[in-house]
């Protein structure tokens, strides 16, 4: 055996060991390019403590190198299998530029230094003491290609920099059992098997890379990652159970990739500053996630789907426009969620996020939503979902969109711009109704359970929508339109509106866009209404709603219903003021005026119950016919009633039943057509323009003195029958100076009338069964139909006239009572024949005439059974055909000749008797036989 020992020296060339026995020992650095052994039964020992580098190719094909305690640089590549390679104390280190082979042998100290993408790769199985990446050369590359690596002793791993990668296309290996890891900031673990391989918990992770087809399945417990995780080929599955996934660094899912969560107790936890991207084009579920557990930031850089998020008290979400997709496991915010698109930190997105929700909310009391423009999606298939918000949070837009999902709330909701339930059910939650306030458009298109509870519009400008027609209920209980003073928000209906309990306009517009309104409870408008067609119904069962609609702008109903329906007992109260542009109906309940104004331009039908204890009521429409119906089945009386279209309008106001007012009735403009109606009124009457009255009787029914009667209206005015009745109390009347007509007849059954001082027309029949004062003015019989004069006591005119010719005049011939004329009695007919003006009792007595204090103008008439008191009256061109007149003068003149001498009346016979009408009051008293 021949020992050699051999100095160290530099060489561009190779360095062989061709010794086929004894060894060759290196006492000094040997440089060289290749390294080959290729001596059998040779050794060569590189010494103590030396470094030994070789650039070229390593080839073993036989003898023995012993790599004593120094180092051997290798920087080239490795050839053969052959001799055998004793590692001693020393250490062997790759430090290629190039992709490099690892010869799999034993080795005490192994590094790799080689920073080439493919990096340097065990050739082998390979027995490890230890194993140091990097050391050197950073960004270096080792690569166990799927060879298995026996620990021996008590080994270490240095990973200082670069990347350790396990497994191979064909073959997976296991994280080895080191004793000891000391993994640097800025390293990599790569599982790169394209078979199936096990993801070892035990090394503390600084990144962490998954590659290859395999799948990758990490083990039980904490799968810690200190900075980055990525999968950039395969797939990835979490531990299922009670394991987390921990990552402080960036998370990255490249495209075509996979990634399995665990949703069955364990998260995947973001807790540093984490930057989310997932590159595949449909977002991949991470399972149940968190954000946080340390003072940390998440940055979505894409789309993310998980089963469950979790923001942890102190850390934050940040969207930045991107989608996210939540499933299950819902949202959970302690910390904060910022849906901002362009918040710090941000590589955004083109638009703002949407949030897929797909079971519960849960904003806590230390949580903070900052929306943007986000929208909230809450998409669940099933069941009932909690929706908490901590009475703070704030949504942009929400919606709820799978028919089978109910978001239950758990306080008080806001969303700042768009609430759609596009399916499924928004629930207030009951026993609570929690407040719902919503700054943009309403959409219901699914089902809204209000359960008590006060939604408030409160956007700030612009045109917001309520489309309320959900496919189940729709119904709001309270609802509130709010915008604040000095903002321009117009809140439109687009379909019908449903408001159970009350219905508020505080601060804004509210267009009612010609839908239906049902409103269950009291209506207050401080505001604005904008109501050109359709119906506001107040529907009320029960108890005094009230209705406040004296706005700072238009406030106007259309058409307005109360309707309590039969058998409730609803009253309906206003506040203030009411102005209905179209028709105010009273289906059925009590509406009380409570002594406010009323203005009506349509129909107005009371089927039920008005009261009126004050004020007045308007009908000013301005065209058309409208129609009055007051025949409720309760109180039905107004106060005041005025008609009024203004001038140069032409409405007619007609009534379809019996009208009753128990104070003023004023035809301001346009015609009251009373329909041959009844009409009460309790005060005065007033018509400036037309009555229409061709049958019917008004009744002046006062129970006081002072109410006036004008009835010149510039129009028609005639009253048909006009009726004072005081029942008994002291009512009083005057017409003033006007005119006034009468188209039928004029009854004083009850009460003080003072006639008009002008004239005073009456068609037919005057009773005075209480007191009549002529007021100096004329009354005048104008129609050819009989008129009776039928008094309880004498009765005084000032002038009368009864001048048409033909004209039938019965007097009251009552004994004591007497027609009192103190002006000027003007009779005259028109000829001697028919023409004539006839003058008779009502009965058969004689009536009593008292003409002394006035003067006559008679001509042309046939007085019979009449006596003059005081100075006699002279008739010219008259007869007395009948005769039985007392102290008249009847001059034939014209007629001729003297005054014809009555004939007795022959007792008729069964064929010659007629019908006998009996008018007004009649006293029969003993000796008259009526056959």
């Known amino acids: 055996m021949t020992t050699n020992n051999i100095a160290g020296f530099t060489t561009t060339g190779s360095v062989s060991l061709t010794k086929t026995s004894g060894t060759a020992t290196f006492t000094g650095a040997v440089n060289g390019g ?55 104390t020393g250490t062997v280190n790759y430090n290629s530029a190039s992709a490099q082979t690892i010869a799999g042998v034993t080795y005490n100290i192994l590094k790799v230094n080689n920073a080439h993408a493919s990096g340097a790769s065990l050739e082998g199985a390979t027995t490890l003491t230890t194993l140091t990446i990097g050391d050197i050369t950073g960004s270096s590359v080792f690569v166990d290609n799927g060879q298995t690596i026996t620990l021996s002793g008590t080994t270490t791993l240095n990973l200082t920099s670069g990347t350790y990668k396990l497994g191979s296309v064909g073959t997976a290996t296991s994280w080895s059992a080191w004793n000891n890891t000391n993994i640097s900031a800025g390293t990599t673990i790569e599982y790169a098997s394209g078979v199936a391989q096990d993801v070892s918990t035990t090394p503390a992770y600084q990144n962490l890379t998954i590659s290859g087809a395999g799948t990758k399945t990490a083990a039980s417990g904490t799968l810690a990652v200190a900075v980055n995780f990525s999968v950039t080929a395969g797939t990835f599955v979490m531990a299922s159970g009670a394991n987390n996934m921990t990552i402080a660094g960036n998370f990255s899912l490249s495209n075509t990739t996979s990634f399995t969560g665990n949703t069955s107790g364990g998260f995947l936890i973001f807790n540093g500053t984490t930057y989310y991207t997932d590159s595949n084009t449909t977002a991949l579920d991470v399972g149940d996630v968190k954000i946080g557990n340390s003072p940390g930031d998440t940055f979505l850089s894409s789309d993310m789907s998980a089963n469950s998020l979790t923001i942890a008290l102190g850390d934050n979400y940040y969207t930045c426009g991107w989608e996210v997709d939540i499933g299950n496991g819902g949202i959970t915010i302690n910390g904060t969620f910022d849906a901002t698109r362009l918040a710090g930190g941000c590589s955004s997105d083109a638009d703002q996020s949407t949030i897929n929700d797909a079971n519960a909310f849960n904003l806590s009391g230390t949580g903070v939503l900052t929306p943007d423009q986000s929208t909230f999606i809450f998409d669940d298939n099933s069941g009932t979902n909690n929706l908490t918000t901590a009475g703070t949070g704030s949504f942009y837009n929400m919606q709820i969109s799978n028919a089978s999902n109910t978001m239950l709330l758990k306080d008080a909701l806001d969303v700042n711009n768009d609430l759609t339930i596009s399916a499924g059910t928004l629930d207030a939650e009951t026993g609570n109704g929690w407040q719902i306030n919503v700054g943009g458009n309403w959409d219901n298109d699914g089902a809204f359970q209000a359960r008590g509870g006060l939604v408030v519009f409160d956007g700030q400008s612009g045109t917001k929508t309520i489309d309320a027609d959900g496919t189940g209920t729709e119904a709001f209980y309270d609802l509130t339109f709010d915008d604040s003073p000095g903002a321009a928000a117009t809140f439109q209906l687009s379909t019908l509106l449903d408001v159970d309990n009350n219905l508020t306009i505080t601060n804004g517009a509210f267009d009612t866009n010609g839908q239906t309104i049902t409103v269950g409870g009291n209506y207050d408008n401080d505001d604005t209404m904008t109501m050109t067609s359709g ?57 009380d005026t409570n002594g406010q104004n009323i203005a009506v331009g349509g129909n107005y039908d009371n089927d039920d119950t008005m009261t009126m204890t004050s004020g007045t009521a308007t009908f000013n429409a301005q065209s058309g016919t409208k129609t009055i119906d007051a025949d409720g089945t309760g109180t039905e009386a107004f106060f005041n009633l005025t008609f009024d279209d203004t001038p140069g309008a032409a409405a007619t106001f007609q009534l379809a039943t019996a009208l009753d007012v128990d104070n003023n009735l004023t035809i301001t403009a346009g015609t009251f057509d009373t329909n041959s109606q009844n009409i009460a009124v309790g005060g005065n009457y007033d018509n400036d323009d037309t009555l229409t009255m061709v049958a019917g009787t008004m009744t002046m029914n006062s129970t006081t003195g002072g109410k006036t009667i004008d009835a010149d209206g510039t129009g028609t005015d005639a009253v048909y029958d006009l009726v004072f009745d005081d029942g008994g109390n002291a009512g009083a009347w005057s017409f003033g100076a006007d005119a006034a007509t009468i ?189």
């Open 34 to 88: 290749a390294l080959t052994i290729n001596g059998s039964g040779g050794t060569l020992n590189l010494g103590s403590g030396l470094t030994h580098t070789f650039t070229g190719t390593w080839t073993r094909t036989d003898g023995i190198l012993n790599g004593g305690s120094s180092t051997l640089n290798l920087s080239g590549g490795l050839s053969g299998t052959g001799g055998t390679f004793t590692c001693g």
């Open 535 to 591: 119906t506001l119904t107040m529907n009320a069962q029960s108890g005094t709603k009230t209705i406040d609609a004296d706005g700072t702008g238009t406030e106007a109903f259309y058409n307005l219903t109360f309707d309590d329906t039969p058998g409730a007992a609803a009253t309906f109260q206003l506040t203030t003021g009411l102005d209905v542009d179209g028709n105010l109906t009273i289906t059925g309940g009590t509406f």
């Open 743 to 931: 188209s039928h007849d004029f009854t004083i059954t009850g009460g003080a009338v003072t006639a008009p001082s002008s004239t005073l027309t009456i068609a037919e029949d005057f009773t005075n069964n209480d007191s009549f004062v002529h007021n100096s003015g004329t009354v005048v019989f104008n129609t050819t139909a009989a008129s009776y004069l039928l008094y309880s006591a004498t009765t005084t005119f000032n002038a009368l006239t009864m001048s048409i010719p033909t004209k039938q005049m019965y007097f009251e011939d009552t004994n004591g009572v007497v027609t009192d004329i103190n002006g000027l009695w003007t009779v005259q007919g028109s000829d001697c024949t028919t023409n004539r003006v006839f003058l008779d009792g009502n009965g058969s007595n004689e009536w009593e005439v008292n003409a002394t204090d006035g003067s006559t103008d008679i001509d042309y008439a046939d007085v019979e059974d009449s006596t003059a008191n005081g100075t006699a009256v002279t008739a010219e061109n008259s007869t007395a055909d009948v005769g039985g007149n007392t102290n008249w003068v009847i001059n034939g003149g014209a007629c001729g000749g003297p005054t014809p001498t009555p004939t007795p009346t022959p007792t008729p016979t069964p064929a010659d008797l007629h019908q006998v009408n009996i008018r007004g009051n009649t006293d029969i008293k003993g000796g008259v036989t009526i056959k």
